[in-house]
């Protein structure tokens, strides 16, 4: 129970910080927070950037209403997030009195990667590390097509944040996979502290996948995390990850929801 408890701390922990810490760091962006949720304005009308995240369960309609009103007004899309242990009769009489519905869940994972042993393959030599502000164009541009017609919001909100994801004191690390040259997967690894990773945005372009580049992707984060020196990694899992992410020795430990 103990380890559980402290997983689920580190899994919204990291969670949290991701949504919040690059928009926090930026001008013209804003990051909300009351006593049961906070919320992210990215300025442009993306569900993908634009979060609130619900991280108690005493919400109130006020809180709520606050939040919806501001995006509503802002006329920006937005998507809630919460976890299991923060959906609540409480935080559901909210969502209904709201008309918020369920669009999604994910499976909150996590890995001690003290039990993970290094796995190396050829492949790896097809990965690089963002550096250049050309790269980070290029991996704004795999996680935009993975929408049709792709997502310019998400091309856009990378072009606005580059200098911080580029600066090396926020410890951010985005890999792409190049196959035959083309840019075909990525991944970002995000730290909480010098002891937690979360892995976000595993993509592979449609055209790419079942060449088991995402496992290979995956393989090359987790040595380069263990590499480094962190303890824990953490990440989301959609079903089609699952069997991989479990393969890997993460395991479940919380499920996160969408709503809209």
Same mark, same amino acid.
């Given at each position: 129970?103990?380890?559980?408890?402290?997983?689920?701390?580190?899994?919204?922990?990291?969670?949290?910080?991701? *949504?919040?810490?690059?928009?926090?760091?930026?001008?013209?962006?804003?990051?909300?927070?009351?006593?049961?949720?906070? =919320?992210?304005?990215?300025?442009?009308?993306? @569900?993908?950037?634009?979060?609130?995240?619900?991280?108690?369960?005493?919400?109130?309609?006020?809180?709520?209403?606050?939040?919806? @009103?501001?995006?509503?007004?802002?006329?920006?899309?937005?998507?809630?997030?919460?976890?299991?242990?923060?959906?609540?009769?409480?935080?559901?009489?909210?969502?209904?009195?709201?008309?918020?519905?369920?669009?999604?869940?994910?499976? #909150?994972?996590?890995?001690?990667?003290?039990? =993970?042993?290094?796995?190396? @393959?050829?492949?790896?030599?097809?990965?690089?590390?963002?550096?250049?502000?050309?790269?980070?164009?290029? =991996?704004?541009?795999?996680? *935009?097509?993975?929408?049709?017609?792709?997502?310019?919001?998400?091309?856009?909100?990378?072009?606005?944040?580059?200098?911080?994801?580029?600066?090396? *004191?926020?410890?951010?690390?985005?890999?792409?996979?190049?196959?035959? #040259?083309?840019?075909?997967?990525?991944?970002?690894?995000?730290?909480?502290?010098?002891?937690?990773? #979360?892995?976000?945005?595993?993509?592979?372009?449609?055209?790419?996948?079942?060449?088991?580049? #995402?496992?290979?992707?995956?393989?090359?984060?987790?040595?380069? *995390?263990?590499?480094?020196?962190?303890?824990?990694?953490?990440?989301?899992?959609?079903? @089609?990850?699952?069997?991989?992410y479990k393969k890997m020795g993460f395991k479940d430990y919380t499920m996160y929801y969408e709503f809209a």
């Open positions: 129970m103990e380890e559980k408890r402290l997983m689920l701390e580190l899994i919204s922990n990291n969670f949290q910080s991701h *949504a919040t810490r690059i928009p926090a760091l930026s001008e013209d962006m804003q990051v909300i927070e009351s006593q049961h949720l906070i =919320y992210v304005d990215s300025g442009l009308s993306c @569900d993908t950037f634009n979060i609130l995240y619900i991280n108690h369960p005493e919400l109130s309609e006020s809180e709520m209403s606050k939040a919806l @009103d501001h995006y509503q007004t802002n006329e920006l899309e937005y998507c809630i997030w919460i976890s299991i242990e923060n959906l609540s009769s409480q935080v559901q009489k909210v969502f209904k009195a709201f008309w918020i519905e369920e669009q999604a869940s994910e499976v #909150g994972m996590g890995l001690d990667l003290t039990d =993970y042993q290094p796995i190396f @393959d050829e492949r790896h030599k097809n990965i690089q590390l963002v550096t250049t502000k050309e790269q980070l164009e290029t =991996y704004a541009r795999v996680i *935009a097509e993975n929408w049709s017609p792709p997502d310019q919001n998400v091309i856009r909100y990378y072009d606005i944040t580059a200098s911080h994801y580029l600066n090396d *004191a926020n410890k951010i690390e985005l890999l792409i996979y190049n196959h035959e #040259g083309q840019p075909a997967s990525c991944v970002e690894l995000f730290p909480t502290d010098d002891e937690t990773i #979360g892995f976000y945005g595993f993509a592979t372009l449609e055209k790419f996948r079942g060449q088991g580049i #995402g496992t290979t992707l995956l393989t090359f984060a987790l040595n380069k *995390a263990k590499e480094s020196g962190y303890k824990n990694a953490i990440l989301q899992g959609t079903e @089609d990850g699952l069997n991989i």
